[in-house]
Nanobody
């Protein structure tokens, strides 16, 4: 059974940076498409970014494009989300997700991802 564990969240001032990590265990993610989603209080879970199995293809939500970079290290079974120029509206719980059926998907739908972590809180002060 694949388990995903996010880390790296915290409190940061507007304009600051954070690097989130998603460590996988129990199964290799080297052939899986991976993604980051986020969910703010009272809002639906929304797509942030995803990455193909080899890191060659990435996709970003318009709201974070140019400020966020997704990457992965399959040898370490870890996916990263580097976030810069953070805004108060970026505050949310950030979740890592895996699609074991596809090595790449451009899907932004949470229902298309099979495994989820517990999330890490990102708080941005203005």
């Amino acid at each position: 059974q694949l388990q995903l564990l996010e880390s790296g969240g915290g409190l940061v001032q507007a304009g600051g940076s954070l690097r989130l990590s998603c460590a996988a265990s129990g199964r290799s993610i080297s052939t899986y498409a991976m993604a980051w989603f986020r969910q703010a209080p009272g809002k639906e879970r929304e797509f942030v970014s995803n990455i193909s199995w080899n890191g060659a293809t990435t996709n970003y939500a318009d709201s974070v494009k140019g400020r966020v970079t997704i990457s992965r290290d399959n040898d370490k079974s870890t996916v990263y989300l580097e976030m810069n120029s953070l805004k108060p509206e970026d505050a949310a719980v950030y979740y890592c997700a895996a699609n074991w059926r596809r090595s790449w998907t451009d899907s932004h739908e949470p229902s298309d991802y099979d495994y989820w972590g517990q999330g890490t809180q990102v708080t941005v002060s203005s």
